[in-house]
């Protein structure tokens, strides 16, 4: 007999009953005909090109706001740089209660178009082997068609709204997130007023953990940040007469030997366990009752956890090496050389700490120290929260096969900077893909089957009704 002891296995969730005002709004929809123009609009989306850099999001924006001129919904533009901006727009409630906010960005990452499917590159905007291509399909000009039409037939029907629903459509995510830093200073947030917010972060995974089952994986925190650069200061000189010892370049590889010895303490955050809870109710049998118990997990699960790098990262801080720069010529010892490092911080972690952790690991090394490019704390959103449960509920609804639950993102977005405005932040987008498609994200072939186009507006129409609908 397996001895499960530890957390109490997590009670069967009950599921809920659609309210009477969601089933009337979406009841009112051909959703086969607007998932096709949901289609259209992704692949014209997709062949507005924003790559970031430069981002000339100003070319999203005039897009966006040509689709609201037509449906009568007011937005204005916030300027961020020459080229560059943001949107907002709002459907107006009666103010019952705070604003819900949809969010994506405009700006997508660069693309190897010669890496892709001939006809179906970074800005085609391809309709093809049934699915929408592009950079951005997936990250996240996909999150916002649905968005921008799910905002549409809130107009188009005229449904009572407790809540103003505000569409933000923001630049230079994949950067620097100027564009949400602009909307986080106060006198742009005041404005705008949202308590919730709706964004990236999670998505569907089909046979993500188990063959047959789907996870749709609702991000709750976000892992925090610290971008460093270990710099090595050093005699330059001729590259005919070594002296290592004085000079950066093994200065550099003496401390980035340091950097490797770093030993990560593992643990799990509570959104690890709930999840993994949630997928154990849905399997079942001995390996669910192993899923939902804190203790069944570490010690009969965690070896598995560990052995894949995504959910790895989950249990740990990390120090990825992602870069080094300095020489120019192979004849030439520069004086300063240095080394890029992406660090990851769990809840708990403060940057502050993580770098001095890392400082003591290179204090022995001369000429050598850490620059910080960028930092931020981890923060998160209340599982024990309305939009929570409604966007679990509707990610799920009628598919046995399938379960939702939260997640701790490993990478950071916007909403890390709007929850310390006091904003609950979800990340979750839509759409339910095979991990082979998920992957394409910031890769190569990057599409959102169509199917999934439909289906995505109708499970965000019903979230965004079931919160900010007048029951």
Not at 412 to 432: C, K, M, N, Q
Request: hydrophobic residues 45%; negative net charge.
């Amino acid at each position: 007999m397996l001895w499960l002891g530890g957390a109490a296995l997590a009670a069967p969730a009950e599921v809920p009953e659609v309210p009477a005002h969601v089933e009337a709004a979406r009841s009112r929809v051909d959703w086969a005909i607007a998932g096709r123009e949901a289609v259209g609009v992704l692949s014209d989306y997709l062949r507005v090109d924003t790559r970031n850099p430069p981002g000339d999001e100003d070319r999203g924006v005039a897009f966006l706001g040509e689709l609201l001129d037509r449906e009568g919904i007011p937005w204005e533009r916030l300027e961020l740089a020459p080229g560059r901006a943001s949107l907002v727009a709002r459907v107006e409630g009666s103010g019952a209660a705070p604003p819900l906010c949809l969010m994506h960005h405009i700006d997508v990452v660069d693309a190897e178009a010669d890496k892709w499917p001939a006809g179906q590159g970074p800005l085609s905007g391809a309709v093809a082997d049934g699915a929408v291509w592009g950079r951005g399909a997936l990250d996240m000009k996909g999150m916002g068609v649905l968005e921008v039409l799910t905002a549409a037939w809130l107009r188009r029907l005229e449904v009572p709204l407790d809540r103003d629903v505000v569409l933000l459509a923001v630049a230079d995510e994949e950067v620097d997130n100027l564009g949400a830093r602009q909307l986080a200073e106060p006198e742009v947030w005041a404005r705008i007023g949202c308590d919730h917010l709706i964004n990236e972060g999670g998505i569907g995974i089909r046979d993500a953990l188990f063959e047959g089952q789907a996870v749709h994986a609702i991000s709750v925190a976000e892992k925090g940040v610290l971008w460093v650069d270990l710099v090595a200061q050093g005699r330059a000189g001729h590259g005919s007469v070594p002296e290592p010892e004085e000079e950066a370049p093994s200065r550099l590889l003496a401390a980035m030997d340091r950097m490797a010895r770093y030993k990560p303490r593992y643990r799990a955050d509570d959104a690890v366990y709930e999840l993994l809870a949630r997928v154990g109710e849905q399997k079942g049998g001995l390996t669910g009752a192993v899923l939902r118990s804190r203790l069944g997990v570490r010690t009969l699960a965690w070896g598995k956890l560990k052995a894949n790098p995504t959910t790895r990262a989950t249990l740990h801080d990390t120090v990825h090496l992602t870069g080094m720069a300095g020489g120019s010529a192979p004849n030439v010892v520069p004086s300063e050389v240095s080394a890029t490092y992406d660090c990851r911080l769990l809840p708990g972690t403060a940057p502050e700490a993580q770098l001095a952790r890392l400082q003591r690991l290179i204090r022995k090394e001369e000429g050598v120290s850490l620059r910080v490019r960028s930092q931020e704390s981890a923060n998160g959103s209340a599982i024990d929260d309305p939009l929570y449960r409604i966007l679990a509920q509707y990610a799920v609804e009628g598919r046995p096969d399938a379960v939702a639950g939260p997640l701790l993102s490993v990478g950071f977005t916007d909403s890390i900077l709007l929850r310390p405005l006091g904003v609950a932040a979800y990340g979750y987008v839509p759409f339910e893909v095979s991990p082979e498609v998920a992957e394409t994200m910031h890769g190569h072939g990057e599409r959102v089957p169509v199917d999934q186009v439909e289906e995505g507006l109708r499970r965000l129409f019903s979230m965004v009704v079931a919160f900010a609908g007048t029951p």
